[in-house]
T-cell receptor, first 112, second 114 residues
Framework: AQSVAQPEDQVNVAEGNPLTVKCTYSVSGNPYLFWYVQYPNRGLQFLLKYITGDNLVKGSYGFEAEFNKSQTSFHLKKPSALVSDSALYFCAVRDDTDKLIFGTGTRLQVFP | DAGVIQSPRHEVTEMGQEVTLRCKPISGHDYLFWYRQTMMRGLELLIYFNNNVPIDDSGMPEDRFSAKMPNASFSTLKIQPSEPRDSAVYFC????????????FGSGTRLTVV
């Protein structure tokens, strides 16, 4: 069965430093992978997706993610973190019944 | 497009009362999903529809929960009778095959059962 794992409940980073939020996946076949962000009292917002093509995917708000097939990972990255990036981040994979399976979420805290 | 619209944004009700949550998906989207989010259990898929037909309701916690999609532009999630443990944020999301299944979420309904 398809699944994703987000091994970190929380990631802390200083403003201006690079950030990484980790995600690993398990699928049969080619994966459709997604990242979503949730700000307080809001619904999840789409950040980026990998379907096929370049392993480095660029998304909203300066975020990018690198698809690594050999490591079955899809880590979210940003070169320079902002305090406003503080939020809850979810990784997701499409399963073979066309629904998304979400990870447990990683809370990103960016300190000034 | 106004996005996925949910109503109400907040609902406070007494235990035993019926609660109805509403969702209007994005026009043209053929999938609709209902999720529940709590601190303890995270994001849980309750039920989803494809072309207005329920496909998988295995996430519905018990018979007190029911969902309908009478047409492509409207869905309801009903809890009858409600219990304090139903308190959560309920999200509706829609997607389409054409969008490669990326979801658009509504802003959610925060339900408090006292």
């Amino acid at each position: 069965a398809q699944s994703v794992a987000q091994p970190e409940d929380q990631v802390n980073v200083a403003e201006g430093n690079p950030l990484t939020v980790k995600c690993t996946y398990s699928v049969s076949g080619n994966p459709y992978l997604f990242w979503y962000v949730q700000y307080p009292n809001r619904g999840l917002q789409f950040l980026l997706k990998y379907i096929t093509g370049d392993n480095l995917v660029k998304g909203s708000y300066g975020f990018e993610a690198e698809f690594n097939k050999s490591q079955t990972s899809f880590h979210l990255k940003k070169p320079s973190a902002l305090v406003s990036d503080s939020a809850l981040y979810f990784c997701a994979v499409r399963d073979d019944t066309d629904k998304l399976i979400f990870g447990t979420g990683t809370r990103l805290q960016v300190f000034p | 497009d106004a996005g996925v619209i949910q109503s109400p944004r907040h609902e406070v009700t007494e235990m035993g009362q019926e609660v109805t949550l509403r969702c209007k998906p994005i026009s043209g989207h053929d999938y609709l999903f209902w999720y529940r989010q709590t601190m303890m259990r995270g994001l849980e898929l309750l039920i989803y529809f494809n072309n207005n037909v329920p496909i998988d309701d295995s996430g519905m916690p018990e018979d007190r929960f029911s969902a309908k999609m009478p047409n492509a532009s409207f869905s309801t999630l009903k809890i009858q009778p409600s219990e304090p443990r139903d308190s959560a944020v309920y999200f509706c999301a829609s997607s389409s095959t054409a969008s490669n299944y990326g979801y658009t979420f509504g802003s959610g309904t925060r339900l408090t059962v006292v």
